[in-house]
């Protein structure tokens, strides 16, 4: 039987347990991938395994393409205030990808000034293109979408177009499992930084 | 008294005396030749009547469109708007996600602090020339 301050000792107890256990999010395996392997290109022209290149490391995924003046901005300017607050916490041993769903336009060196016109440094960061059979497979294999939209012909007769997307920025945890999906633009980035730092 | 009278009424005169349209906040993201980017900005419109945004002009690029971002089924796209209407006494932001202009087809690099000139065409106002700066 408990007495009165047993009883008080026990609900202080549960109260701890609940706020340092309680706080994570629970994040189940969303898909295993760690047998995938898709030959892609990164923006130094490098031969790069997705995923094999990346085993063993917890990955920040997420999806753009560079003639996006709006959306996929939003989403790499995430990614580095992210990237620059786990930098900030000693948590360094993470990899960071963007992969282009328009590797016909996005080739290495305009995936290379993407990342130069925005100062990203591509130590742990990644811009990865390659044939559009093997990207879209990839893509196929992650659930995300990105169909032709609008097409706009300018007075100098050029053909512009831009994509209808999936906004996603994706976890991977280090067993190489997508874990958790964020949007990518409008990311509620300390949420993400939480579910980075639980599974890495 | 005659001229008390007329400062009076030059005072309630002013007091009524509405305020200007103005573009505040201007900036446009950074990008390279031959890509897009887009232009963001506040429109404060401090008068007592409506007025339409209804073009931007550059020479920065070979195109020049006014965009909204949307979303549907959970996909984000852009589509063209073909003017954007500022009611009496009222802002309308053009930012990250929502309203922009749309840069395509830029004729050199805009890396950071780079600057263009823009115009914005206003139905009531006229011509609007502005100046904008790179930011991340």
């Known amino acids: 039987m408990l007495n009165k301050m047993g009883f008080k000792k026990l609900s202080f107890a549960i109260i701890i347990a609940f706020i340092f256990f309680g706080c994570g999010k629970d994040i ?75 590797p016909e336009r996005d080739s290495p060196s305009v995936l290379k000034n993407y990342a130069e016109v925005r100062g990203i440094k591509l130590n742990n960061w990644h811009f990865l293109t390659g044939d559009k059979k093997t990207v879209f497979n990839l ?23 831009y994509f209808i997307h999936t906004d996603r920025i994706s976890l991977i945890d280090k067993q190489g499992r997508l874990r958790i999906n964020f949007k990518g633009s409008n990311a509620n980035k300390n949420e993400i930084i939480n579910s980075i730092k639980q599974i890495n | 008294m005659k001229k008390i009278i007329l400062i009076f009424f030059g005072l309630l005169i002013s007091c009524n005396t509405t305020g200007e349209l103005k573009i505040t906040n201007q900036w446009f993201r950074p990008a390279v030749k031959g890509m897009n980017t887009a ?87 006229g011509i609007v020339k502005i100046k904008a700066v790179t930011k991340l």
């Open chain 1, 139 to 161: 893509l196929d294999e992650v659930n995300v979408r990105a169909l032709p939209g609008d097409t706009t012909i300018t007075p100098k007769n050029d053909t512009l177009y």
């Open chain 2, 39 to 125: 232009f963001y900005f506040t429109i404060e419109n401090n008068t007592n009547q409506a007025d339409t945004l209804y073009s931007v002009n550059s020479d920065i690029a070979g195109m020049v469109q006014i965009h909204e971002t949307f979303e549907k089924e959970g996909m984000m796209g852009m589509r063209q708007v073909d003017f954007v209407v500022v009611k009496p006494n009222s802002k309308i932001e053009f930012k990250p996600g929502g309203l922009h202009v749309m840069v395509m087809n830029l004729y050199s690099d805009y890396k950071k602090n780079s600057s263009a000139d823009f115009e914005l065409y206003f139905k009531q106002k």
């Open chain 1, 28 to 102: 189940h395996v969303i898909k295993d991938l760690g047998k995938s392997s898709y030959k892609l290109i990164d923006q130094d022209s490098t031969k790069f395994n997705f995923l094999q290149d990346l085993k063993g490391k917890t990955v920040v995924l997420s999806y753009i393409y560079t003639n996006c003046p709006d959306i996929c901005p939003l989403t790499t300017h995430n990614i580095i205030s992210i990237k620059n607050k786990l930098d900030n916490d000693g948590i360094t041993d993470v990899e960071y990808v963007e992969i282009s769903f328009d």
